[in-house]
């Protein structure tokens, strides 16, 4: 998975990698057999995406060309399944004690490792509570009869997870997060 990772990092970075991409996905279907994972969780991966990818093939057809949609394509589908098995085969805490590590060297240059650990991890594990925060919102507009209002659900949806993040730093500076020594 590291290499894999490796690999998705730089779809980023480098343009003509079509056949790279589509290795990366094919070593993700891999993956996902070979660790059981199926290849339905990496559909649940993609599908919210599905619109944005069509949105982004459609802009890159427009300003480039099909070869461009197709590769930019690859490279976010590519980047998303590589996270996706990172997040479904890898415990939280073990991604948070890798992340302080790789952090170690900015140290120097007042960067706390375990602050940003715990911070990239807390960000993690807040996904899946905003997604749950939307259904919500989404299940009460539906019994109220307003089945495509999806641009009203975002006042709702915003001062919920506003609300809640407010409670949470709320207990952060109660336990003393604000307080971490930056050394």
Do not use: H, K, N
């Given at each position: 998975l590291i290499v894999m990772f490796a690999i998705g990092t730089v779809l980023v970075f480098l343009d003509g990698l079509v056949p790279l991409a589509i290795l990366v996905i094919g070593i993700g279907f891999v993956f996902t057999s070979v660790a059981g994972l199926g290849a339905g969780r990496l559909w649940s991966a993609t599908r919210p995406l599905l619109i944005w990818l069509a949105i982004i093939a459609a802009t890159q057809i427009w300003i480039a060309d099909g070869e461009a949609a197709i590769g930019v394509i690859f490279r976010l589908v590519a980047l998303v399944w590589t996270a996706?098995?990172?997040?479904?085969?890898?415990?939280?805490?073990?991604?948070?004690?890798?992340?302080?590590?790789?952090?170690?060297?900015?140290?120097?240059?007042?960067?706390?490792?375990?602050?940003?650990?715990?911070?990239?991890?807390?960000?993690?594990?807040?996904?899946?509570?905003?997604?749950?925060?939307?259904?919500?919102?989404?299940?009460?507009?539906?019994?109220?009869?307003?089945?495509?209002?999806?641009?009203?659900?975002?006042?709702?949806?915003?001062?919920?997870?506003?609300?809640?993040?407010?409670?949470?730093?709320?207990?952060?500076?109660?336990?003393?997060?604000?307080?971490?020594?930056?050394?």
């Open positions: 996706a098995l990172v997040t479904f085969s890898t415990r939280l805490t073990d991604m948070a004690d890798v992340i302080a590590r790789l952090c170690l060297p900015l140290r120097p240059l007042g960067v706390s490792p375990d602050r940003v650990a715990f911070l990239i991890a807390l960000t993690i594990r807040l996904i899946p509570a905003v997604f749950e925060t939307v259904r919500e919102v989404r299940d009460v507009q539906r019994a109220r009869g307003l089945e495509r209002a999806y641009l009203a659900a975002f006042v709702p949806v915003l001062t919920r997870v506003l609300g809640q993040a407010d409670v949470l730093s709320d207990a952060l500076v109660a336990r003393g997060f604000d307080r971490w020594d930056t050394q």
